[in-house]
Protein backbone atom coordinates (compact mmCIF):
# COMPACT_ATOMS: atom_id res chain seq x y z
CA UNK A 1 0.00 0.00 0.00
CA UNK A 2 2.01 3.29 -1.35
CA UNK A 3 2.08 6.33 0.59
CA UNK A 4 1.61 9.75 -0.06
CA UNK A 5 3.15 10.41 -3.27
CA UNK A 6 4.80 13.70 -4.73
CA UNK A 7 6.08 14.81 -7.33
CA UNK A 8 8.18 15.43 -8.65
CA UNK A 9 11.01 15.59 -5.36
CA UNK A 10 13.36 18.73 -6.84
CA UNK A 11 11.81 21.85 -9.10
CA UNK A 12 13.86 24.49 -10.41
CA UNK A 13 12.32 27.04 -12.19
CA UNK A 14 13.30 30.37 -13.57
CA UNK A 15 11.37 33.63 -11.86
CA UNK A 16 8.56 34.09 -13.82
CA UNK A 17 7.76 30.36 -14.93
CA UNK A 18 4.81 28.29 -13.21
CA UNK A 19 5.57 25.29 -10.83
CA UNK A 20 2.90 22.36 -11.15
CA UNK A 21 3.79 20.14 -7.55
CA UNK A 22 1.48 16.64 -7.78
CA UNK A 23 -0.34 14.51 -4.55
CA UNK A 24 -1.28 11.59 -4.78
CA UNK A 25 -2.99 10.71 -1.56
CA UNK A 26 -3.04 6.82 0.21
CA UNK A 27 -5.67 4.78 -0.94
CA UNK A 28 -8.81 5.15 0.84
CA UNK A 29 -7.90 8.89 1.94
CA UNK A 30 -10.15 11.59 0.33
CA UNK A 31 -8.72 14.80 1.74
CA UNK A 32 -5.71 16.23 1.04
CA UNK A 33 -3.60 18.90 2.80
CA UNK A 34 -0.90 21.56 1.33
CA UNK A 35 1.66 22.78 3.34
CA UNK A 36 4.85 25.00 3.27
CA UNK A 37 7.95 24.98 4.90
CA UNK A 38 10.43 28.10 4.11
CA UNK A 39 14.28 26.97 5.14
CA UNK A 40 14.88 26.67 8.70
CA UNK A 41 10.99 27.46 9.96
CA UNK A 42 8.17 25.02 10.34
CA UNK A 43 5.00 23.89 8.57
CA UNK A 44 2.50 26.40 7.18
CA UNK A 45 -0.63 25.34 6.33
CA UNK A 46 -2.48 26.46 3.03
CA UNK A 47 -5.25 24.59 1.93
CA UNK A 48 -7.23 21.61 2.64
CA UNK A 49 -9.23 19.89 -0.26
CA UNK A 50 -11.53 17.08 -0.97
CA UNK A 51 -12.38 15.62 -4.24
CA UNK A 52 -13.79 18.88 -5.97
CA UNK A 53 -14.27 21.08 -3.49
CA UNK A 54 -11.72 22.71 -1.27
CA UNK A 55 -12.52 23.17 2.37
CA UNK A 56 -10.36 25.71 3.83
CA UNK A 57 -8.10 28.31 1.86
CA UNK A 58 -7.40 30.63 4.46
CA UNK A 59 -3.59 29.61 4.65
CA UNK A 60 -2.91 30.73 0.48
CA UNK A 61 -1.54 33.57 -0.68
CA UNK A 62 -4.12 35.51 -2.67
CA UNK A 63 -1.99 35.71 -5.72
CA UNK A 64 -0.48 33.08 -8.23
CA UNK A 65 -0.84 30.11 -6.04
CA UNK A 66 -3.72 27.78 -6.47
CA UNK A 67 -5.05 24.19 -6.30
CA UNK A 68 -7.05 21.77 -6.92
CA UNK A 69 -7.96 17.78 -6.32
CA UNK A 70 -10.05 16.70 -9.27
CA UNK A 71 -12.72 13.51 -9.40
CA UNK A 72 -9.91 11.35 -10.93
CA UNK A 73 -6.27 11.94 -10.26
CA UNK A 74 -3.66 13.77 -7.96
CA UNK A 75 -3.79 17.31 -6.26
CA UNK A 76 -2.33 19.96 -7.94
CA UNK A 77 -0.58 22.86 -6.14
CA UNK A 78 -0.29 25.53 -8.96
CA UNK A 79 2.35 28.40 -8.48
CA UNK A 80 2.12 31.14 -11.07
CA UNK A 81 4.98 33.81 -11.83
CA UNK A 82 6.92 32.24 -9.45
CA UNK A 83 9.53 34.06 -7.57
CA UNK A 84 12.68 33.89 -5.28
CA UNK A 85 10.34 34.21 -2.18
CA UNK A 86 8.56 30.91 -3.36
CA UNK A 87 11.35 28.27 -2.96
CA UNK A 88 10.56 26.20 -0.17
CA UNK A 89 9.82 22.94 0.63
CA UNK A 90 6.19 22.01 -0.35
CA UNK A 91 4.24 18.80 1.53
CA UNK A 92 1.26 17.11 0.72
CA UNK A 93 -0.76 15.17 3.45
CA UNK A 94 -3.91 12.69 3.16
CA UNK A 95 -6.23 11.56 5.54
CA UNK A 96 -9.56 9.11 5.44
CA UNK A 97 -11.69 11.91 6.33
CA UNK A 98 -13.00 14.55 8.44
CA UNK A 99 -13.29 13.28 11.73
CA UNK A 100 -10.11 10.49 11.33
CA UNK A 101 -6.66 12.57 12.17
CA UNK A 102 -4.82 9.44 10.54
CA UNK A 103 -2.45 11.77 8.61
CA UNK A 104 0.56 10.36 5.92
CA UNK A 105 2.57 12.95 4.83
CA UNK A 106 4.73 12.72 0.74
CA UNK A 107 8.29 13.07 1.09
CA UNK A 108 7.69 17.00 -0.12
CA UNK A 109 8.69 18.67 -3.20
CA UNK A 110 11.64 21.33 -2.74
CA UNK A 111 10.51 24.30 -5.16
CA UNK A 112 13.99 26.28 -6.24
CA UNK A 113 13.66 29.22 -8.29
CA UNK A 114 16.71 31.07 -9.67
CA UNK B 1 -7.74 31.06 15.87
CA UNK B 2 -5.63 28.46 17.04
CA UNK B 3 -1.22 29.09 17.91
CA UNK B 4 0.68 26.46 18.55
CA UNK B 5 3.99 27.54 20.89
CA UNK B 6 7.19 25.98 21.12
CA UNK B 7 9.70 27.80 22.98
CA UNK B 8 12.98 25.47 22.51
CA UNK B 9 14.52 26.15 19.31
CA UNK B 10 17.26 23.87 20.27
CA UNK B 11 17.64 20.85 22.98
CA UNK B 12 20.99 18.83 23.16
CA UNK B 13 21.54 15.79 25.10
CA UNK B 14 23.30 12.95 25.99
CA UNK B 15 23.10 9.38 24.34
CA UNK B 16 20.19 7.23 26.98
CA UNK B 17 19.86 10.84 28.74
CA UNK B 18 16.26 11.99 29.26
CA UNK B 19 14.86 15.38 27.21
CA UNK B 20 11.70 17.02 27.51
CA UNK B 21 10.65 19.53 24.82
CA UNK B 22 7.62 22.00 25.56
CA UNK B 23 4.45 23.01 23.47
CA UNK B 24 1.65 25.52 24.45
CA UNK B 25 -1.40 25.93 22.42
CA UNK B 26 -4.10 27.68 22.55
CA UNK B 27 -7.58 27.22 21.64
CA UNK B 28 -11.38 27.48 22.25
CA UNK B 29 -12.46 24.06 20.59
CA UNK B 30 -13.32 21.58 22.96
CA UNK B 31 -12.26 18.49 20.73
CA UNK B 32 -9.23 18.73 19.18
CA UNK B 33 -6.09 16.26 18.56
CA UNK B 34 -2.38 17.44 19.52
CA UNK B 35 0.86 15.53 17.46
CA UNK B 36 4.21 15.39 17.63
CA UNK B 37 6.11 14.93 14.77
CA UNK B 38 10.57 14.36 14.20
CA UNK B 39 11.76 15.38 10.46
CA UNK B 40 14.93 14.39 10.01
CA UNK B 41 17.62 15.66 7.74
CA UNK B 42 15.71 13.51 5.19
CA UNK B 43 12.99 16.19 5.54
CA UNK B 44 10.16 12.94 5.97
CA UNK B 45 7.31 14.43 8.41
CA UNK B 46 7.10 11.30 10.71
CA UNK B 47 4.37 11.04 13.82
CA UNK B 48 5.86 10.22 16.85
CA UNK B 49 2.93 10.21 19.05
CA UNK B 50 -1.02 11.43 19.12
CA UNK B 51 -3.62 12.60 21.82
CA UNK B 52 -7.09 12.97 21.69
CA UNK B 53 -8.21 15.92 23.88
CA UNK B 54 -10.78 13.71 25.19
CA UNK B 55 -8.53 11.12 26.82
CA UNK B 56 -7.04 12.08 30.00
CA UNK B 57 -4.51 9.11 29.52
CA UNK B 58 -1.41 10.70 28.59
CA UNK B 59 0.06 8.83 24.99
CA UNK B 60 3.03 6.49 25.23
CA UNK B 61 5.14 4.90 22.20
CA UNK B 62 7.78 3.27 22.98
CA UNK B 63 10.51 5.97 24.92
CA UNK B 64 8.40 8.51 23.57
CA UNK B 65 5.35 9.55 26.02
CA UNK B 66 3.65 13.05 26.33
CA UNK B 67 2.31 14.88 29.55
CA UNK B 68 -1.33 16.67 28.82
CA UNK B 69 -2.33 19.16 31.07
CA UNK B 70 -5.49 20.43 29.27
CA UNK B 71 -6.30 22.89 31.33
CA UNK B 72 -2.83 24.65 31.43
CA UNK B 73 -3.31 23.69 27.47
CA UNK B 74 0.23 22.38 27.89
CA UNK B 75 1.81 19.16 25.80
CA UNK B 76 5.04 18.15 26.70
CA UNK B 77 6.87 15.06 24.78
CA UNK B 78 9.35 13.21 27.18
CA UNK B 79 12.31 11.43 24.98
CA UNK B 80 14.05 8.71 27.01
CA UNK B 81 17.18 6.60 26.72
CA UNK B 82 18.11 8.95 23.31
CA UNK B 83 19.39 7.16 21.06
CA UNK B 84 21.41 9.20 17.97
CA UNK B 85 18.86 8.79 15.73
CA UNK B 86 16.66 10.69 17.70
CA UNK B 87 18.55 13.18 16.11
CA UNK B 88 15.99 15.92 14.25
CA UNK B 89 13.27 18.71 14.30
CA UNK B 90 10.44 17.86 16.27
CA UNK B 91 7.26 19.68 15.73
CA UNK B 92 4.26 20.31 17.65
CA UNK B 93 1.10 20.45 16.14
CA UNK B 94 -3.04 20.68 16.73
CA UNK B 95 -5.56 19.60 14.74
CA UNK B 96 -9.36 20.47 14.74
CA UNK B 97 -11.77 20.53 11.78
CA UNK B 98 -9.43 18.76 9.44
CA UNK B 99 -6.20 20.73 9.09
CA UNK B 100 -2.94 20.41 11.18
CA UNK B 101 -1.28 23.47 12.74
CA UNK B 102 2.22 23.31 13.92
CA UNK B 103 4.74 24.76 16.03
CA UNK B 104 8.00 26.43 15.11
CA UNK B 105 9.85 23.07 16.20
CA UNK B 106 12.42 22.72 18.25
CA UNK B 107 16.02 20.80 17.06
CA UNK B 108 17.14 18.10 19.32
CA UNK B 109 20.94 16.71 18.66
CA UNK B 110 21.85 13.68 20.56
CA UNK B 111 25.10 13.71 21.22
CA UNK B 112 27.64 10.55 21.73
Known amino acids: NAGVMQNPRHLVRRRGQEARLRCSPMKGHSHVYWYRQLPEEGLKFMVY????????ESGMPKERFSAEFPKEGPSILRIQQVVRGDSAAYFC????????????FGSGTRLTVV | AQTVTQSQPEMSVQEAETVTLSCTYD???????LFWYKQPPSRQMILVIR??????QNATENRFSVNFQKAAKSFSLKISDSQLGDTAMYFC?????????FGAGTQVVVTP
Open chain 1, 49 to 56: LQKENIID
Open chain 1, 93 to 104: ASSPGQGDYGYT
Open chain 2, 93 to 101: AFASWGKLQ
Open chain 2, 27 to 33: TSESNYY
Open chain 2, 51 to 56: QEAYKQ
